[in-house]
Structure formats: structure tokens, C-alpha cells
């Protein structure tokens, strides 16, 4: 039986007596795997990507969020909007018009809605517009061939605000495909 004398305290004076420890440094061969440990891990990789090959793991699919912020400025819904669901490939994004021209071309925001910033007195954004009002865009995805996608595509879909000549603004969307499934 061991007795409360015989256990070493973990902090405070070294007991009368006690022998002092040495570390030793660590050396090149100390940090080097032992044989087995190598060897087992050898082998379980190997039966993965055997299992792997033969199609015994579903396909790994991307983790859909709550949400996320593109440079921290705008905020995109993950997934298309119930009234965009029956959409085709064409206009995609709805229900507002969906325009090329309203898209910008350059800089940090490329493929978003053009704005009062950018544009100053034709375009301007509809911020927190989208599901709820949470949101300023959404991803909007088309699972069979869409223009030069062969298997699908996904859009990024923005909205905003066009001026027409005569003054009246109405509700645009930009849209810039996002991915190209072929």
C-alpha cells in the first residue's frame, strides 16, 4: 500500500533527499517514428483510399451555412429563394429583371450589383432585400445544361436598382455564374 509520504508533491520545494531530474535534449533519432507506428499508418491510409476508389464513401459535398460575407461587405444567402426554385437556366436568379449590363466589370466587387458608388445616379442597391431581409444576394444553382456548363451551373445572384432615362427606377438582379459543372 502506498503511503501519502511516499507520493511526490507536483509543486512547491524539492523533498529532503530527492534526487534532482535532468531533461536530456531531444535528438534527430528520438522525433523519427517508430517502425510499427509507420508501418500501421501506411496501411490505413492505403485501405482508404482502396475503399475510396471502389465508391464505398459518398462524395464529399460542400458544408452549406447560415450565410456568408464576401469582403466583409455584402452578405449572401447560401441557397436560391422559394421564388426562384421553378427558374431554368434562363433567367436563373428572378423574379426581379435579371441584366448583364448591371453587373460590375472591375475591382474588388466584379460580378455584383453595380451601385451609387460606382455608378453614381443610375444604379444603387436593395441591401438586406433578400429571404427575410436578411440578406443582399443569393446562390442560385441550375442542375442540367446551361449555356457552356454541360452538367449545371451556379449563380451568384445580386440585387439592385436601374434608373431609366425617363427617371423611374425598377428592381434589377445581376447575376455572374459563381461555378460550371461539365
Not at 442542375?143 to 423611374?168: F, L, M, P, Q, S
Request: proline share 7%; hydrophobic share 30%.
Amino acid at each position: 500500500m502506498i503511503e501519502l509520504e511516499d507520493v511526490p508533491p507536483l509543486r512547491g520545494p524539492r523533498p529532503a533527499g530527492a534526487e534532482r531530474v535532468r531533461r536530456r535534449a531531444v535528438r534527430d533519432r528520438d522525433l523519427r517514428p517508430a517502425r510499427r507506428s509507420l508501418l500501421t499508418g501506411l496501411a490505413a491510409a492505403g485501405a482508404t483510399a482502396g475503399l475510396n476508389a471502389l465508391g464505398v464513401f459518398p462524395p464529399a459535398r460542400q458544408a452549406i451555412s447560415s450565410g456568408f460575407s464576401l469582403v466583409g461587405y455584402y452578405d449572401i444567402y447560401p441557397r436560391c429563394p422559394s421564388y426562384a426554385r421553378d427558374h431554368n437556366c434562363s433567367p436563373g436568379c428572378g423574379p426581379s429583371y435579371v441584366c448583364a449590363w448591371c453587373c460590375r466589370t472591375s475591382g474588388t466587387y466584379k460580378g455584383f450589383h453595380k451601385s451609387g458608388v460606382s455608378d453614381p445616379g443610375w444604379y444603387k442597391l436593395r441591401p438586406n432585400q433578400c429571404y427575410s431581409g436578411g440578406y443582399d444576394g443569393w446562390l442560385w444553382a441550375y442542375a442540367k445544361k446551361c449555356g457552356n456548363c454541360a452538367k449545371g451551373v451556379t449563380w451568384r445572384c445580386h440585387d439592385g436598382w436601374n434608373k431609366t432615362k425617363k427617371g423611374n427606377w425598377y428592381k434589377t438582379i445581376c447575376r455572374k455564374a459563381t461555378a460550371c459543372n461539365n
